[in-house]
T-cell receptor
Framework: DSGVTQTPKHLITATGQRVTLRCSPRSGDLSVYWYQQSLDQGLQFLIQYYNGEERAKGNILERFSAQQFPDLHSELNLSSLELGDSALYFC?????????????FGEGSWLTVV | SQQGEEDPQALSIQEGENATMNCSYKTSINNLQWYRQNSGRGLVHLILIRSNEREKHSGRLRVTLDTSKKSSSLLITASRAADTASYFCATEGAGSYQLTFGKGTKLSVIP
């Protein structure tokens, strides 16, 4: 158990809908990362927050947004969902927000868009 | 886009044999990390090697890094059936805080 908690574990929703994925980082970790894993694209970095502030942005679509709250938990909002958004979404956390941090991954949230 | 590219894509070995997986990358890095993922599960951090290190060991794992060739290898010695998983290399680029993952090597260890 990495200590990173993600909910929900599984989610099935229809195209055009909006969902929110939730993440609680490991105790003491200030940095949260979101990754998307799909068969065709592999593991793609979406976004990183450090202590409530956006630190780095990757291949995150405009339909997706994220935030990190004062208690350090994070949410990833996915809207106007398309079939291609079906994937495993990982949250990860690390102590620091800079280079050389070990990043710990949660078990992921399986999203199926039908 | 993927920074690291693992080779081979799939590897099948007998229990007790050694498994070697390779990773190549394209740009300068701060460090390179190896992760394991059991089917449909989260990624588990195995080892981090910094750009100024050449070799690192952790239990049955040995990682090498050759920055001149922009490549790394992960050796698992005396493999066990429980080592069956996908293995990913991830690079942290110079000046970047994000990890860029390869597509992974799927290792099957046959009892």
């Amino acid at each position: 158990d990495s200590g990173v908690t993600q909910t929900p574990k599984h989610l099935i929703t229809a195209t055009g809908q909006r969902v929110t994925l939730r993440c609680s980082p490991r105790s003491g970790d200030l940095s949260v990362y979101w990754y998307q894993q799909s068969l065709d694209q592999g593991l793609q970095f979406l976004i990183q927050y450090y202590n409530g502030e956006e630190r780095a942005k990757g291949n995150i679509l405009e339909r997706f947004s994220a935030q990190q709250f004062p208690d350090l938990h994070s949410e990833l909002n996915l809207s106007s969902l398309e079939l291609g958004d079906s994937a495993l979404y990982f949250c990860a956390s690390s102590v620091g927000g800079g280079a050389g941090n070990t990043i710990y991954f949660g078990e992921g949230s399986w999203l199926t868009v039908v | 886009s993927q920074q690291g590219e693992e080779d081979p894509q799939a590897l099948s070995i007998q229990e007790g044999e050694n498994a070697t997986m390779n990773c190549s990358y394209k740009t300068s890095i701060n460090n390179l990390q190896w992760y394991r993922q059991n089917s449909g599960r989260g990624l588990v951090h195995l080892i981090l090697i910094r750009s100024n290190e050449r070799e690192k060991h952790s239990g049955r794992l040995r990682v090498t890094l050759d920055t001149s060739k922009k490549s790394s290898s992960l050796l698992i010695t005396a493999s066990r059936a429980a080592d069956t998983a996908s293995y990913f290399c991830a690079t942290e680029g110079a000046g970047s805080y994000q990890l860029t993952f390869g597509k992974g090597t799927k290792l099957s260890v046959i009892p």
